[in-house]
């Protein structure tokens, strides 16, 4: 009883948090079941496919759809009915963002920073400088880059608790990338804003994430410590005939043409790996951060 | 380096003749077919039917009239493919379309006149008259909206001008020299913006300057009935040149006025103004207007001065009263309607941010704040409009019941823009037949509710008037519940939300 009652308060506490959140489009199913609680500061680096539901868990978890079941809370609240408070302390930047098209760089600023009682604007008036962003240039004549280095500077701006970015880095070239995980880090580390952002880009999880989500066809597979993850994952092969010996739980399952088997396996609660990795023949190999996600994900 | 050229790719025949058929879009195609298939049969049955010597002059007007409209919208989306072929660099393809048009030429030009010279008909006229119609047709979609403009006044610039020059009739044997020479330009005009949008790279689709044929692509009013929902509000704004841009007014918005901060997210003629902003914004609707006045001007030109000036003043203002209240209402419903169903469609846009911005309150107050905005201005606009309009049909001295109607024609497009609305914040989606029926019924009425009352102030009105309005009345009854169901629909959907900002 009392692991139920705390379990309810961490989630409330949790800058973001989900359970059991199910949503499906068409038939098909976005998200099966996902349960995920960010702690405050942390960065989560929210990893997965092309059409993984990164985009629609993260449009629930601040409570712009509807999901079928289960519930989200931005600071304790739910999500779908936010306080101003809470809308104060946070900021989104949605994957190619296409806002208020109609309004100059200046304009879009000026007209959000109204809204907003933390509103830095001397800081998105720099930092436009700095992106080397025309002012005085509508939005929708920007490039898709520049459109989405203006809505980072209208997230920053706000000087957010949370800040939940969806592909920040989708449409920026190498320069404006390593600017914006720079400042992201800075934020995190100097004012403890929590993030949670989503990629497919693993370098800029290796560069900036305290930690990582994998999230498979609506699935969060696996959760830790970006340092962890070559520590806790590895790779186990085993031979064709071997093979039976395999673990019934891995994260994935792939049998190759020669009848051998690779399987992505996990530390048990003792640190040790599976049985299977000690019968002769079989191999454990440690895998960086980009290879294990092309090992689960493939 | 042409790589049509350096390939060679055998085209199969059935391509070339289904080429037309795969580049259009389904509803073109059969919208097409069917008015040249009914120009068709029109003109055999006024061959058969008519009694006069010169029976086939009729017939080949008819034809023409429907083969100019597959020439216009149908053939030449061969262009499309065309033009598609060549920034995809797929071989053949763009030769493909070229054979087509050609192929298809012949037989629409060929057939009548074989089929009209064997019944007695001059295959010389025919040929000109029909050829011409296949030319023009090609030439309102190849070039630049703005000429297409100037096309709709040249029925008034012929009047006007005709105290100057007039054209030889069409029994003078000029005629055809004359038809010759427009031919000639016609063909040598196409031929040159075919080349010209084949060979341009930009993806100016939506500009003045852009050819008709270019808005095809997506699917255009021709080829969709709901095709403007397609257009995207950020590529409209890309596409219009920096002096037409609406410029935002951002005096007094934020947390004191939100009801205008949330008509600035909407966007679009929602958008607060500055004056220069009014007036960019109202450019593509002002320009005609300006072009109408001096096209009046020289329709009257031969006329005494004292008259001409009187019926210009006349026609102007009826025009204007008429133009903008009846027509400028509707097409203002329909602009709402449509900002309000786009911003509700895209996820990455105006919607997160509204969702998430603080200061507009809790749920029930976030949709009063919408509601106002999203009805305040339309509704406003619509009842200076309507004023207008009652304030004409008093000075043209209309019948009670007639005005009642022409009130009722602006009041029904105020309560399908309400309706509409509704269901769009309230997420709920009507089938699209029965959308498509509301708005068929409502077109109809609202033509007939506009027209008919003019008829009453004929020193002769039309007998079947004291039927028709009373029909008419009780019409727009049955229209106006069913507007009532759809609205209360949206309505019920809009309070099951949990905030109003969920894309749909």
């Known amino acids: 009883m009392n692991a139920v009652l705390q379990d309810t308060e961490h989630t409330a506490a949790a800058p973001l948090a989900v359970r059991g959140l199910v949503h499906c489009y068409e038939g098909s199913n976005v998200l099966a079941g996902v349960d995920l609680a960010l702690e405050p500061g942390s960065v989560l680096g929210l990893i997965g496919r092309n059409g993984a539901g990164k985009s629609t868990l993260i449009r629930a978890m601040l409570g712009l759809l509807e999901p079928l079941a289960g519930e989200a809370f931005v600071f304790g609240e739910p999500a779908l009915k936010l306080s101003d408070d809470a809308k104060a302390r946070l900021a989104y930047v949605p994957q190619q963002p296409e806002a208020l098209a109609w309004l100059t760089a200046q304009q879009m600023l000026d007209y959000v920073g109204r809204f907003y009682p933390r509103w830095d604007a001397t800081f998105a008036r720099k930092t436009l400088e700095r992106w080397k962003i025309q002012p005085n240039k509508l939005l929708a004549k920007l490039s898709p880059g520049e459109r989405q280095r203006v809505d980072l500077i209208r997230a920053l701006a706000s000087q957010p608790e949370l800040l939940v970015l969806d592909e920040p880095a989708a449409a920026l ?106 019968l002769p023949g079989a191999r454990v190999d440690a895998l960086g951060l980009e290879d294990l996600f092309v090992e689960i994900a493939e | 380096m042409d790589m049509n050229a350096s390939t060679k790719v055998r085209i199969p025949l059935a391509g070339v003749l289904l080429a037309p058929w795969h580049s259009s879009r389904r509803s073109l195609r059969w919208l097409t077919l069917v008015i040249t298939l009914l120009c068709g049969l029109g003109a055999i049955a006024f061959g058969v039917f008519s009694q006069k010597a010169h029976w086939w002059v009729g017939s080949t007007v008819i034809y023409a009239f429907g083969i100019g409209y597959l020439w216009a919208f149908w053939m030449p989306t061969l262009l499309l493919l065309a033009i598609d072929a060549r920034r995809l660099r797929l071989p053949g393809m763009q030769r493909a379309a070229a054979y087509s048009l050609w192929l298809h030429a012949a037989p629409s030009l060929l057939v009548p006149v074989l089929a009209l010279g064997a019944c007695g008909a001059d295959m010389r006229y025919v040929a000109e008259l029909v050829a011409l119609a296949m030319a023009g047709g090609a030439a309102v979609v190849l070039l630049p909206r703005w000429c297409a403009m100037v096309i709709g006044f040249t029925p008034a610039l012929s009047i006007g001008l005709r105290h100057l020059a007039q054209l030889p009739p069409w029994s003078d044997p000029r005629w055809l020299a004359w038809g010759g020479l427009a031919l000639f330009a016609l063909l040598a005009v196409d031929a040159w913006r075919w080349r010209q949008l084949l060979h341009s790279d930009s993806d100016n689709e939506l500009g003045f300057g852009s050819a008709m044929l270019m808005q095809l692509r997506r699917q255009s009013t021709l080829g969709h009935w709901n095709g403007l929902q397609q257009l995207d509000g950020g590529q409209m704004i890309r596409q219009r040149p920096e002096w037409m841009q609406p410029r935002a007014d951002l005096r007094r918005i934020g947390l004191q006025s939100p009801v205008r901060a949330l008509r600035v997210a909407l966007g679009g003629w929602y958008m607060p103004k500055t004056l220069s902003g009014h007036l960019r914004a109202a450019a593509p609707a002002l320009l005609p207007i300006l072009l109408y006045i001096p096209a009046m001007a020289i329709m009257h030109a031969g006329e005494s001065r004292s008259r001409a000036a009187q019926s210009i003043l006349l026609s102007t203002g009826i025009g204007v009263v008429g133009g903008l209240g009846v027509f400028g209402g509707l097409m203002l419903a329909a602009m709402a309607m449509l900002v309000v169903h786009q911003r509700w469609k895209r996820t990455n846009a105006e919607l997160p941010l509204l969702a998430l911005l603080p200061g507009l309150g809790d749920a029930r107050a976030r949709r009063h704040v919408l509601l106002r905005a999203a009805f305040g201005t339309p509704v406003k606009v619509q009842l200076l409009l309507l004023a207008c309009v009652l304030a004409a049909a008093l000075v043209m001295h209309l019948s009670g019941l007639a005005v009642l109607l022409v009130a009722l024609a602006q009041l029904a497009a105020v309560g399908a823009m309400a309706a509409q609305v509704l269901c769009t914040l309230g997420g709920y989606k009507p089938h699209v037949g029965v959308l498509a029926s509301i708005y068929v019924v409502l077109a109809v009425l609202f033509c007939l509710s506009t027209f008919v009352p003019l008829l009453s102030a004929d020193e002769h009105p039309w007998s079947g008037l004291a039927l028709l309005e009373p029909a008419l009345l009780a019409s727009w009854i049955v229209l106006a519940a069913v507007l009532l169901w759809l609205g209360r629909r949206g309505w019920r959907g809009l309070l099951a939300r949990p905030h109003p900002f969920l894309a749909n």
């Open chain 1, 173 to 278: 070239d190498p320069v404006a990338r390593r600017e914006l995980l720079r400042e992201v880090a800075l934020r995190a580390g100097e004012s403890g804003t929590t993030v949670l952002f989503s990629t497919h880009i693993v370098s800029d999880l290796e560069r900036v994430a305290s930690e990582i989500a994998f999230l498979h066809e609506g699935r969060l597979l696996l959760r830790c410590g970006v340092d962890e993850t070559k520590e806790r994952y590895a790779r186990l092969w085993l031979p064709a005939k071997m093979s039976a010996a395999a673990p019934a739980q891995a994260l994935s399952r792939r049998r190759h043409d020669d009848g051998s088997l690779s399987l992505m396996v996990e530390r048990d609660a003792c640190g040790q790996w599976p049985e299977a990795a000690k």
